[in-house]
């Protein structure tokens, strides 16, 4: 038996409905049509329409209306359509989600989820390939969660939907269609812990989401190069286990952070700041940053060479061994 | 259908700035108790108010958002509202918060910076008060759609002013509670300015209760310093918001006597002469009027409600005044559940930064 990515999320969904009535799903497209990438497939089917519904055309009402409707008690799990529809919906987001619990002293919280496809790689129209995650990695009273694998999709919507707390769930939309095998559900590592997708010496390669299957192409060619690269999924970027992240940099003394988003101010910036801060004597270079320009994400036919791929990632690995 | 769901052409009044009736009034079932208790919120309303300034001005608050001049809008409304209704609303509903039960002392104190929110939302029905302009609607529409859809026969009040409705929120809103059902009452108190903004620089619509239409709602029009339009209205609207889920949109035209909060300098956007014109419309004057003129009122009950709204006012005082800083590590404490690890390292050690600071 084997699953895509979609299929997780899908089945996560439908195993997070069963399991709590409280679960509700709102947003574009999720009711009837299942969403555009069917994440939400025959859910209305099976549960109705109280249960997950189509609303009117605006995301900073649908995360709104999911606001107050986990004030009441719901579990809301929210579905933005596309990484670059997100920004209507960012003052509910810093606003109210991120911060109900802590204007309250705790007596009201926001269990809900906002479920979000990000990032490039799919030939898309402006505004389809973008990677927000860093707005929401600096909002306090935010989680921020994207699965690398298929079956951490599963395993980690169901954990952000039984959350107390708000979790911003990134989807890497180019990666619905990679495959699992095994068979759902299928319980991963608890989401706070990154997780180490393949052990080396040579460096550190820091990435999350997108840039799971990236990385581990990188860390195979890397072989033929005689170096052996330590992936680290983070999962969590909000919070992030920089615990693990120091002692694999104390092993190899060197790091690679890899992600889809601007350099500047990106997610590496303060990854790096974590690093040299615990593991300074440990470090043979620089920590190296592979990432997206500072640029708006480029049109389709440029992004091959915006996107980090497992050559800029080994290039960035041979700049910190020539360091 | 669509025609029915205009307002009226002009505010619906019932009771005059002279505090006599008009003939169309409809019966609104209220005892003379409840009149008198409505008089009484109200003036509770403004001595608490009053006081609130006060304490601004010798700096035991950061700022205060005065109501004055919007009693009766508030008060009206909040007569209309079931225990179990839920209320959200911006910096401005004092009348709505004390009526729901909500300590004022409470909301001084946060005023003063002990913390964000003191009570529990829940106790009282009454959402944490929302800031950012119109954006709360939209809590209130998804609250009422959970409630519905959990078989619970509660109705929201969502507060706003004139200036929200120009937020995208606002029109998301209403939008989003006529499709879904959802039962809320958008009571928009249209008190002539959005600070220094005059309400005409917010739109062209005749009035703001027309944008319902657009919605598919109701909307209607009250004269907001009259108590009893007010609440009627709210009464109609709340009772069509439980019995059927649809919302409505109620504009209460009222007129802020003070500055838009005590960092406001309200001369250099109005005149005096202005706010002089509404002295006369005042709605604790005029509901005062009408119940000296049925007996319900005289010197020396008046004098007694003024006597209680001055003691809790003395109580509320000393409660402020002796509100103190909470501890630095409770600024750790309700970001989330459970306190990660980074939050907790920066905790200790700016815990440790301040012991070694003798602090």
């Not at chain 2, 519905?148 to 706003?160: A, I, T």
């Not at chain 2, 002796?322 to 050690?349: T, W």
Request: proline fraction near 6%; charge should be negative.
């Amino acid at each position: 038996m084997s699953y895509t990515m979609a299929d997780a999320l899908n089945a996560a969904l439908h195993d997070a409905m069963a399991h709590d009535d409280s679960v509700v799903i709102l947003g574009e497209d999720v009711a009837t049509l299942g969403g555009v990438f069917r994440i939400t497939a025959d859910i209305e089917r099976k549960y109705g329409s109280d249960r997950i519904f189509d609303t009117p055309l605006a995301e900073s009402g649908i995360v709104g209306t999911a606001i107050g409707m986990a004030m009441y008690g719901m579990r809301p799990v929210v579905e933005i359509q596309f990484d670059g529809f997100l920004y209507p919906a960012f003052e509910q987001m810093v606003c109210h989600v991120a911060k109900l619990r802590n204007r309250t002293r705790g007596a009201l919280q926001l269990p809900m989820v906002i479920r979000i496809p990000y990032g490039g790689g799919i030939g898309a129209v402006e505004h389809h390939s973008e990677s927000p995650e860093g707005y929401f990695m600096q909002t306090a009273g935010l989680k921020v969660f994207t699965p690398g694998t298929p079956e951490d999709a599963y395993s980690m919507l169901r954990e952000a939907i039984a959350d107390d707390d708000p979790v911003i769930f990134f989807e890497p939309k180019r990666r619905y269609y990679e495959k699992a095998e095994g068979q759902l559900p299928v319980t991963t590592e608890p989401v706070g812990e990154a997780v180490v997708r393949t052990t080396g010496d040579t460096a550190t390669v820091v990435a999350y989401g997108p840039m799971i299957p990236t990385a581990m192409e990188a860390a195979a060619l890397a072989v033929d190069e005689g170096w052996s690269l330590e992936v680290i999924d983070l999962r969590s970027l909000n919070p992030i286990d920089y615990d693990t992240v120091i002692s694999s940099v104390k092993k190899t003394g060197r790091a690679v952070v890899v992600h889809e988003a601007s350099l500047t101010l990106g997610p590496g910036a303060e990854i790096a700041a974590r690093i040299q801060e615990g593991a300074f004597y440990a470090l043979e270079a620089p920590v190296q940053r592979v990432t997206g320009w500072d640029t708006p994400y480029p049109p389709a036919l440029l992004e091959e060479e915006y996107l980090p791929n497992a050559d800029t990632i080994l290039n960035a690995v041979e700049r910190a061994l020539d360091f | 259908m669509s025609i029915s769901l205009l307002p009226p052409e002009s505010p619906v009044q019932y009771l005059r700035p002279d505090g006599t009736l008009h003939d169309n009034m409809p019966n609104l079932g209220l005892s003379s108790d409840e009149l008198v208790d409505m008089y009484r919120s109200m003036v509770r309303t403004r001595t608490l108010d009053t006081l609130a300034i006060s304490l601004q001005r010798q700096g035991q608050l950061g700022v205060w958002a005065s109501v004055r001049g919007q009693e009766g809008a508030q008060i009206g409304c909040a007569f209309a509202m079931a225990d179990n209704d839920w209320a959200f609303a911006t910096y401005r509903e004092h009348g709505i918060s004390l009526r729901k039960g909500v300590p004022f002392a409470s909301l001084l104190r946060q005023y003063k910076g002990e913390w964000f929110g003191l009570f529990d939302p829940k106790e009282y029905g009454f959402a944490p008060h929302s800031i950012p302009i119109a954006t709360h609607l939209l809590h209130a529409v998804g609250y009422a759609h959970a409630a519905r859809l959990s078989g619970d026969d509660l109705v929201v009040f969502g507060f706003v002013g004139d200036g929200a409705t120009s937020e995208g929120d606002f029109h998301e809103a209403l939008n989003f509670a006529s499709v879904l059902d959802a039962p809320v009452v958008f009571f928009v108190q249209n008190n002539g300015y959005a600070i220094s903004t005059p309400a005409r620089i917010q739109t062209r619509a005749p009035s703001i209760a027309h944008k319902a239409i657009g919605y598919g709602m109701q909307g209607y029009q009250v004269d907001g310093n009259d108590v009893l339009a007010s609440y009627n209205i709210t009464r109609i609207a709340a009772a069509e918001a439980r019995a059927t889920g649809r919302p409505s949109l109620i504009e209460a035209h009222t007129y802020r006597m003070q500055p838009h909060t005590t960092a406001d300098d309200d001369t250099r956007y109005r005149t005096a002469a202005e706010a002089e014109t509404w002295v006369e419309k005042d709605p604790i004057l005029r509901l005062e009027r009408l119940l000296r003129s049925t007996g319900d009122l005289n010197d020396e009950l008046i004098e007694g409600i003024n006597h209680a709204a001055n003691e809790e006012s003395l109580s509320v005082r000393a409660e402020v005044t002796s509100a103190r800083a909470p501890a630095v590590a409770e600024a750790f404490s309700h970001v989330y559940l459970d306190p990660p690890g980074h939050l907790i390292k920066q905790r200790d050690a700016v815990l440790a930064e301040i012991e070694e600071a003798g602090l």
